[in-house]
């Protein structure tokens, strides 16, 4: 007999009114965007980047937009395609489910792009920025689907395996709480660790490519594959296929970034006189 830890089966729906919903997985997202606010303000203030409330708004919104369009869009063509294509307006249904992290990355960097061009900032203190806050949003959002009781892990019979209630009977890994804590604590503090070390501008992001794509790449091996894909390529999931460029190419460019002369944090503009 295996032994397992129960799975709590939290309701994923915390608050009822009337015909509203309210869930924890968008709790979660809410809360990843709360947060980052204060984190991205006060990392900001380290680089001294002139950066107003306003400024840390305007670029909030635009992540947020970023990361929804991009997350939902990228689920869609990267997972599930046939089935958004027999039923299109499902689209929009985001209630439903179906977001992807790099969909929403590449929403992110579109984003940053954008604001960036119309702001006049420096792209790459931005990208660092963003990337040294990001992994709230990861962790958080991992929490939300441990909730949800979905992404679960592969069948095990190790001590700490759960049976999730979509999962049938067997025991198995709860990869969101692996993911949470690699993707979302450790690679926060990864990141904020060399965002104060003040290296050449545009680390922090190469970084973030490259320990995401380390930890989502390992951890996939015990993550169920969707279900409507399988594995591919072998042994290989599609979170895996389209995680493996992050790795490399991440790994290549942070090295090369490391090693540039680094960035002492700008000083406060002087008014000429």
Do not use: C
Request: no cysteine; charged share 15%; glycine share 10%.
């Amino acid at each position: 007999m295996i032994l397992t830890i129960p799975y709590p089966n939290i309701d994923p729906v915390f608050l009822r009114i009337g015909p509203v919903q309210l869930r924890w997985y968008g709790l979660m997202y809410m809360l990843s965007f709360i947060i980052g606010f204060f984190v991205l303000r006060r990392l900001a203030k380290y680089r001294k980047l002139h950066m107003s409330t306003d400024d840390l708004y305007d670029l909030l919104f635009y992540l947020i937009l970023g990361v929804m369009v991009g997350g939902r869009l990228g689920y869609v063509f990267f997972y599930d395609l046939g089935s958004y294509l027999h039923e299109p307006l499902s689209i929009f249904a985001i209630w439903q489910g179906g977001m992807s992290f790099h969909g929403g990355f590449l929403g992110m960097i579109l984003a940053a792009w954008y604001i960036t061009r119309k702001k006049g900032w420096n792209f790459l203190d931005i990208a660092d920025l963003v990337s040294a806050a990001a992994p709230i949003g990861l962790g958080l959002g991992r929490i939300g689907n441990f909730i949800n009781g979905e992404l679960y892990g592969r069948p095990t019979n190790v001590a700490w395996a759960m049976v999730f209630p979509e999962g049938g009977n067997m025991p198995r890994h709860p990869s969101q709480l692996y993911e949470a804590v690699l993707e979302g604590l450790v690679l926060f503090l990864l990141l904020r660790w060399l965002y104060r070390k003040n290296f050449y501008r545009g680390t922090v992001f190469w970084a973030l490519l490259a320990f995401y794509g380390l930890f989502r790449f390992l951890i996939e091996f015990v993550r169920e594959p969707d279900a409507q894909i399988g594995l591919e390529l072998g042994p290989f999931t599609r979170g895996q296929e389209l995680t493996f460029p992050m790795l490399v190419i991440g790994m290549t460019m942070m090295i090369i970034y490391i090693r540039r002369p680094r960035v002492e944090p700008a000083h406060p503009k002087r008014k000429s006189g």
